[in-house]
């Protein structure tokens, strides 16, 4: 975390699946971030949809409006912006079937609605609304809506009826802000306001003229499509999981993506040849049967930081607990001392490694809402200042919004940070395959036993002439204990078939299964 941004190795390794992707990104081989894409997703944040007011709820100032989800979203009247009556009379233009085209440039934009007004006096049950995702479904509750539309590119985020033009606070020089905002205004039409991300930096106008041109003809098929659609029904979505987020945190700073999956590698090689072309190097082909998160060491970084215990360096730990209404996160020093320096040093040195891996463990599990965090008592004023500001540079590169607060008179401090998705949770503990929960299990003395007895079978029914047998990677190094006289080759002389052992991080201690040459599980 102390290396500077042009310093930081980034690496995406995508492992896909029947049922979904799961993504992992590295920071210099070590884990910060790991999302999960399931098949055929729905709901995501982004997704623009046709939907139908079913409920006005006066009390809370919000509607509940049908998008298609088995609970109806949430639409705040805080969340339908200020433009909602603009936006609204294009809705109807476009169903109404009065127009083949709209330029909303020509539009008059109505008047602005009250921010202190009440949602009945805009919305009507039954009504037709256009509203955009802004978090996907948690826990027991329904997507929430907002009716500010924004349609994202690499470079440029467009929002239709609003004339503002803003920049990434994260481009500092004034020079450049001020170039790039004059550039966008010079092009983009009325009534459409546009947010210049931090990638557009140094960018060329012919290249932001061109993503911005692309943004409009979108928002114009939008505007075709609607005389055709019957809410509930998505009108726009979202770019799957994969390429927002190779769109939103591409820079110059990655080297490597790998995928195992040949038809997701040609999508993203040609996703990365129209957004980054330099880059189509990067983008590799992971062939070998090994599972892809197993041979670069990813599942024992996963096994290792979604534990309740988060081991650190030195012999320090963090101990995180999650609520219904916070996260709570404690710090430890275990058993790492040095004699030379006070307590007050030593507690000091824990947490400012804490902060680095606090800021980590925030982004990988994506934790959201209230994070209280106890840090080791220290006293020193200017310490406690440090460790403030190393946990603001230390989340420097994390894309959700947050606010920290500095430590307490008791080494207490409050993270709120933002949630959009549900929280990233790994399960690491295992039902142990062989009790299946229960706490008692046959004798580990047997498993040897057991597995050559399989072998046996196995062999004799298939008439197999190679098999793989992929175990625990203690059980595989027992197996190939010996150059001449190990177990597996015992069994190759026995039953005349060459046994391959595969030793698989992710399987608990009795856990084995046998594969043929082709990687199909046999069945026995």
């Given at each position: 975390?102390?290396?500077?941004?042009d310093?930081?190795?980034?690496?995406?390794?995508?492992?896909?699946?029947?049922?979904?992707?799961?993504?992992?990104?590295?920071?210099?081989?070590?884990?910060?971030?790991?999302?999960?894409?399931?098949?055929?997703?729905?709901?995501?944040?982004?997704?623009?949809?046709?939907?139908?007011?079913?409920?006005?709820?006066?009390?809370?100032?919000?509607?509940?409006?049908?998008?298609?989800?088995?609970?109806?979203?949430?639409?705040?009247?805080?969340?339908?912006?200020?433009?909602?009556?603009?936006?609204?009379?294009f809705?109807?233009?476009?169903?109404?079937?009065?127009q083949?085209?709209?330029?909303?440039?020509?539009?008059?934009p109505?008047?602005?609605?009250?921010?202190?007004?009440?949602?009945?006096?805009?919305?009507?049950?039954?009504?037709?609304?256009?509203?955009?995702?802004?978090?996907?479904?948690?826990s027991?509750?329904?997507?929430?809506?907002?009716?500010?539309?924004?349609?994202?590119?690499?470079?440029?985020?467009?929002?239709?009826?609003?004339?503002?033009?803003?920049?990434?606070?994260?481009?500092?020089?004034?020079?450049?802000?001020?170039?790039?905002?004059?550039?966008?205004?010079s092009?983009?039409p009325?009534n459409?306001?546009?947010?210049?991300?931090?990638?557009?930096?140094?960018?060329?106008?012919?290249?932001?003229?061109?993503?911005?041109?692309?943004?409009?003809?979108?928002?114009?098929?939008?505007?075709?499509?609607?005389?055709?659609?019957?809410?509930?029904?998505?009108?726009?979505?979202?770019?799957?999981?994969?390429?927002?987020?190779?769109?939103?945190?591409?820079?110059?700073?990655?080297?490597?993506?790998?995928?195992?999956?040949?038809?997701?590698?040609?999508?993203?090689?040609?996703?990365?040849?129209?957004?980054?072309?330099?880059?189509?190097?990067?983008?590799?082909?992971?062939?070998?049967?090994?599972?892809?998160?197993?041979?670069?060491?990813?599942?024992?970084?996963?096994?290792?930081?979604?534990?309740?215990?988060?081991p650190?360096?030195?012999?320090?730990?963090?101990?995180?607990?999650?609520?219904?209404?916070?996260?709570?996160?404690?710090?430890?020093?275990?058993?790492?001392?040095?004699?030379?320096?006070?307590?007050?040093?030593?507690?000091?040195?824990?947490?400012m490694?804490?902060?680095?891996?606090?800021?980590?463990?925030?982004?990988?599990?994506?934790?959201?809402?209230?994070?209280i965090?106890?840090f080791?008592?220290?006293?020193?004023?200017?310490?406690?200042?440090?460790?403030?500001?190393?946990?603001?540079?230390?989340?420097?590169?994390?894309?959700?919004?947050?606010?920290?607060?500095?430590?307490?008179?008791?080494?207490?401090?409050?993270?709120?940070?933002?949630?959009?998705?549900?929280?990233?949770?790994?399960?690491?503990?295992?039902?142990?395959?062989?009790?299946?929960?229960?706490?008692?299990?046959?004798?580990?003395?047997?498993?040897?036993?057991?597995?050559?007895?399989?072998?046996?079978?196995?062999?004799?029914?298939?008439?197999?002439?190679?098999l793989?047998?992929?175990?625990?990677p203690?059980?595989?190094?027992?197996?190939?204990?010996?150059?001449?006289?190990?177990?597996?080759?015992?069994?190759?002389?026995?039953?005349?078939?060459?046994?391959?052992?595969?030793?698989?991080?992710?399987?608990?201690?009795?856990?084995?299964?046998?594969?043929?040459?082709?990687?199909?599980?046999?069945?026995?």
């Amino acid at each position: 975390m102390d290396l500077q941004k042009d310093d930081i190795q980034a690496e995406l390794y995508l492992d896909v699946r029947s049922s979904d992707i799961n993504i992992a990104l590295l920071h210099n081989k070590k884990l910060v971030e790991i999302n999960r894409e399931h098949a055929n997703i729905e709901f995501s944040v982004g997704d623009i949809y046709l939907g139908k007011v079913k409920r006005l709820m006066p009390g809370l100032n919000a509607a509940f409006v049908d998008i298609g989800y088995k609970k109806d979203a949430f639409l705040h009247y805080l969340d339908l912006g200020a433009g909602f009556q603009t936006l609204n009379k294009f809705l109807h233009l476009g169903i109404s079937k009065k127009q083949k085209t709209v330029n909303i440039s020509k539009i008059t934009p109505e008047p602005d609605i009250d921010k202190n007004g009440k949602i009945t006096d805009v919305l009507s049950v039954g009504q037709y609304v256009l509203v955009q995702i802004a978090k996907e479904p948690i826990s027991s509750k329904g997507p929430r809506l907002s009716c500010e539309i924004s349609l994202a590119g690499r470079n440029l985020v467009l929002m239709p009826f609003t004339s503002k033009t803003s920049v990434s606070q994260k481009i500092k020089s004034v020079e450049e802000r001020t170039r790039l905002r004059k550039l966008i205004e010079s092009i983009t039409p009325e009534n459409f306001g546009v947010i210049i991300r931090t990638v557009a930096e140094k960018k060329m106008v012919a290249e932001l003229d061109k993503e911005l041109n692309s943004l409009l003809e979108k928002w114009d098929n939008l505007y075709r499509s609607l005389p055709n659609l019957k809410p509930p029904v998505l009108v726009i979505g979202e770019v799957n999981r994969t390429t927002a987020i190779l769109r939103d945190i591409l820079n110059s700073s990655f080297n490597q993506i790998v995928v195992n999956d040949e038809l997701t590698y040609e999508e993203i090689k040609n996703f990365i040849s129209e957004i980054a072309p330099e880059k189509k190097k990067i983008v590799k082909y992971y062939s070998d049967k090994e599972p892809i998160f197993d041979h670069y060491g990813i599942e024992k970084q996963i096994k290792t930081a979604f534990g309740k215990t988060v081991p650190m360096r030195n012999g320090a730990y963090l101990i995180v607990e999650h609520t219904e209404a916070a996260h709570v996160i404690d710090v430890n020093s275990g058993n790492r001392s040095n004699s030379e320096q006070d307590q007050e040093a030593n507690a000091f040195d824990v947490n400012m490694i804490a902060a680095e891996e606090i800021a980590r463990q925030l982004r990988l599990r994506d934790m959201g809402g209230i994070i209280i965090v106890d840090f080791i008592d220290i006293h020193d004023d200017k310490n406690k200042k440090k460790v403030y500001e190393k946990m603001k540079e230390c989340m420097e590169g994390d894309r959700a919004k947050f606010h920290i607060v500095p430590l307490s008179k008791f080494c207490i401090m409050e993270i709120t940070r933002q949630r959009v998705r549900p929280e990233m949770e790994i399960k690491t503990s295992e039902v142990c395959p062989v009790c299946k929960g229960s706490g008692k299990i046959g004798a580990s003395i047997n498993l040897t036993d057991e597995i050559e007895n399989t072998i046996k079978y196995i062999v004799k029914k298939e008439n197999l002439s190679s098999l793989i047998l992929k175990t625990h990677p203690y059980v595989s190094a027992y197996l190939t204990k010996g150059l001449f006289n190990s177990m597996r080759k015992t069994w190759q002389k026995s039953y005349k078939c060459k046994i391959k052992v595969s030793p698989m991080m992710s399987y608990s201690y009795m856990e084995y299964h046998f594969f043929n040459e082709n990687g199909e599980e046999l069945i026995y």
